[in-house]
């Protein structure tokens, strides 16, 4: 029997269809609530932000879920009327919404989107249809959020806000579905209040080890408490320890767990054609489709796990979901993109910006670089987080990287200090490289470094690689302009 798709509206996805519940007068006689983009920014900025702080503590106490869930009793609870789909992992996350998202709407569904960090703009966290909220409805719909969560409880975190918000738009504008992407860990996130259709994990690494632990099976711990009675989790291939602990986590909240690659055939390869080039094709059968060499969209072996995934997850759907077809599927993965992953933001010299945050991101990074882009020597632009392991990182840059800058994202007070990037470098390669004051500079070096036929390369995280896209739209700005 085919589940019943909600009615969708006309308003687009920048204007929210606000109603009685969302348009009542403030009752607080002790806040101002901000009234245009800029202040609502950095109203959320002077709120608690965990991608900020330094030293968290990762407890029921900090990250409270009765919270989330008071904020949204008295937003309505919008979380009940929207249908979801629930992402968590470590690396990965990004890209696998982004192929079920197109998949979904190549099927004629409107497909709401909550993901993290923003590259540039915080309204990027919040889509539908691939398509950023627009600020003025950012602007009048946090204006409510805040609202609610100062008569609710005034300690609302800069990310409880955010997902309230997402929660509360997708519900007004009545998306067939959406996708809503861990923040931090899983099992205490502000995002574990939803009831899914489905959930998803990707690949789980070592990443936070300062908050979620310091070995992958008490990550994977915190990863699966996402996995809900009775709801079917999918998750990609994982390493033995790893999947141990997803399987008695599910068996525990009897959860209907299908692992990649055990409890799903998959299988993949590299292809090769004049319009794709070097690319990687899957295979991946199910209980209602069978796709074969499909290819995958995004650059990278590591994809083929996220597009499998992606896959099963569309594949679980159509067993109630009448207009879900192969058709659908095959062109909504055909043309998924995303930005922010090995994205080339400048043309000469040849310029690529990717979020690679950790030491399993950036080998994929620098793999999908050397099979993906010729060149002939690469310029590695490199600024990372403090807490994370950055020895490792270094190493894995320095596979691709032959000349490396260390630098710092000027926004991110977590940000690792260049020079000791650098002296740490140093130590473990027994070479020294460059450093630079930030963006700016670090690009100004880098070209003067490279040829034609070179590439600059800047990751490490994705404070980085927003703020060299913002640096860059301002200097295209200012080319058009003297023209």
Same mark, same amino acid.
């Given at each position: 029997?085919?589940?019943?798709?909600?009615?969708?509206?006309?308003?687009?996805?920048?204007?929210?269809?606000?109603? %009685?519940?969302?348009?009542?007068?403030?009752?607080?006689?002790?806040?101002?609530?901000?009234? *245009?983009?800029?202040?609502?920014?950095?109203? =959320?900025?002077?709120?608690?932000?965990?991608?900020?702080?330094?030293?968290?503590?990762?407890?029921?106490? *900090?990250?409270?879920?009765?919270?989330?869930? %008071?904020?949204?009793?008295?937003?309505?609870?919008?979380?009940?009327?929207?249908?979801?789909?629930?992402?968590?992992?470590?690396? $990965?996350?990004?890209?696998?919404?982004?192929?079920?998202?197109?998949?979904?709407?190549?099927?004629?569904?409107?497909?709401?989107?909550?993901?993290?960090?923003?590259?540039?703009?915080?309204?990027?966290?919040?889509?539908?249809?691939?398509?950023?909220?627009?600020?003025?409805?950012?602007?009048?719909?946090?204006?409510?959020?805040?609202?609610?969560?100062?008569?609710?409880?005034?300690?609302?975190?800069?990310?409880?806000?955010?997902?309230?918000?997402?929660?509360?738009?997708?519900? !007004?504008?009545?998306?067939?579905?959406?996708?809503?992407?861990?923040?931090?860990?899983?099992?205490?996130?502000?995002?574990?209040?939803?009831?899914?259709? =489905?959930?998803?994990?990707?690949?789980?690494?070592?990443?936070?080890?300062?908050? =979620?632990?310091?070995?992958? @099976?008490?990550?994977?711990? @915190?990863?699966?408490?996402?996995? %809900?009675?009775?709801?079917? /989790?999918?998750?990609?291939?994982?390493?033995?320890?790893?999947?141990?602990? =997803?399987?008695?986590?599910?068996?525990?909240?009897?959860?209907?767990?299908?692992?990649?690659?055990?409890?799903?055939?998959?299988?993949?390869?590299? &292809?090769?054609?004049?319009?794709?080039?070097?690319?990687?094709?899957?295979?991946?059968?199910?209980?209602?489709?069978?796709?074969?060499?499909?290819?995958?969209?995004?650059?990278?072996?590591?994809?083929?796990?996220?597009?499998?995934?992606?896959?099963?997850?569309?594949?679980?759907?159509? %067993?109630?979901? *009448?207009?879900?077809?192969?058709?659908?599927?095959?062109?909504?993965?055909?043309?998924?993109?995303?930005?922010?992953?090995?994205?080339?933001?400048?043309?000469?010299?040849?310029?690529?910006?990717?979020?690679?945050?950790?030491?399993?991101?950036?080998?994929?990074?620098?793999?999908?670089?050397?099979?993906?882009?010729?060149?002939?020597?690469?310029?590695?632009?490199?600024?990372?987080?403090?807490?994370?392991?950055?020895?490792?990182?270094?190493?894995?840059?320095?596979?691709?990287?032959?000349?490396?800058?260390?630098?710092?994202?000027? $926004?991110?007070?977590?940000?690792?200090?260049?020079? @000791?990037?650098?002296?740490?470098?140093? !130590?473990?390669? &027994?070479?020294? /490289?460059?450093?630079?004051?930030?963006?700016?500079?670090?690009?100004?070096?880098?070209?003067?470094?490279?040829?034609?036929?070179?590439?600059?390369?800047?990751?490490?995280?994705?404070?980085?690689?927003?703020?060299?896209?913002?640096?860059?739209?301002?200097?295209?700005?200012?080319?058009?302009?003297?023209?």
């Amino acid at each position: 029997m085919a589940t019943t798709r909600k009615k969708k509206t006309s308003g687009g996805a920048g204007t929210p269809k606000v109603g %009685k519940k969302a348009s009542g007068k403030s009752t607080s006689k002790t806040t101002t609530l901000p009234r *245009t983009y800029s202040t609502v920014v950095r109203h =959320l900025l002077d709120r608690t932000n965990y991608e900020r702080l330094r030293v968290v503590k990762y407890d029921e106490k *900090t990250f409270k879920l009765d919270r989330m869930r %008071k904020l949204l009793k008295k937003l309505g609870n919008p979380q009940d009327d929207i249908r979801c789909i629930h992402v968590a992992g470590t690396v $990965g996350k990004g890209s696998t919404c982004s192929m079920i998202s197109n998949m979904l709407q190549h099927c004629g569904y409107t497909v709401g989107a909550y993901t993290s960090p923003h590259l540039v703009e915080v309204t990027e966290r919040i889509s539908i249809n691939n398509e950023p909220i627009r600020q003025s409805a950012f602007t009048s719909l946090m204006r409510e959020v805040i609202q609610a969560a100062d008569q609710a409880d005034r300690n609302a975190t800069y990310f409880e806000l955010l997902t309230a918000a997402a929660l509360k738009y997708f519900a !007004e504008q009545a998306v067939d579905m959406a996708l809503m992407e861990v923040g931090l860990g899983g099992r205490l996130d502000s995002t574990n209040v939803i009831t899914p259709e =489905l959930t998803v994990i990707t690949t789980i690494d070592l990443d936070h080890m300062h908050i =979620l632990g310091s070995t992958v @099976e008490a990550i994977a711990a @915190e990863k699966a408490g996402i996995m %809900k009675p009775g709801v079917p /989790c999918y998750s990609v291939p994982q390493s033995p320890e790893v999947t141990a602990v =997803l399987r008695e986590h599910a068996e525990k909240v009897d959860c209907p767990l299908h692992v990649i690659g055990e409890d799903i055939e998959f299988s993949s390869r590299i &292809g090769m054609s004049d319009d794709l080039g070097a690319h990687t094709r899957v295979c991946v059968i199910s209980e209602t489709s069978q796709f074969m060499h499909l290819p995958v969209p995004l650059p990278g072996e590591h994809q083929a796990a996220n597009c499998a995934a992606a896959l099963s997850a569309v594949s679980h759907l159509k %067993k109630t979901e *009448t207009d879900i077809d192969d058709g659908g599927i095959y062109r909504g993965l055909a043309e998924t993109k995303i930005s922010g992953r090995m994205q080339l933001v400048w043309n000469q010299p040849r310029i690529i910006v990717d979020g690679a945050h950790n030491p399993a991101s950036l080998t994929a990074l620098m793999r999908s670089v050397g099979s993906h882009i010729p060149y002939d020597s690469m310029v590695c632009i490199f600024g990372c987080c403090e807490d994370k392991d950055v020895a490792t990182m270094l190493d894995n840059l320095a596979i691709g990287g032959d000349k490396i800058i260390f630098t710092a994202a000027k $926004g991110q007070p977590r940000a690792m200090d260049p020079h @000791e990037l650098n002296r740490t470098f140093m !130590e473990q390669r &027994g070479k020294s /490289c460059q450093v630079a004051s930030g963006i700016e500079e670090a690009l100004e070096i880098a070209a003067r470094a490279v040829s034609r036929d070179d590439l600059i390369c800047i990751t490490g995280s994705f404070y980085l690689a927003g703020e060299t896209m913002a640096h860059l739209a301002k200097l295209k700005a200012k080319r058009r302009s003297v023209k």
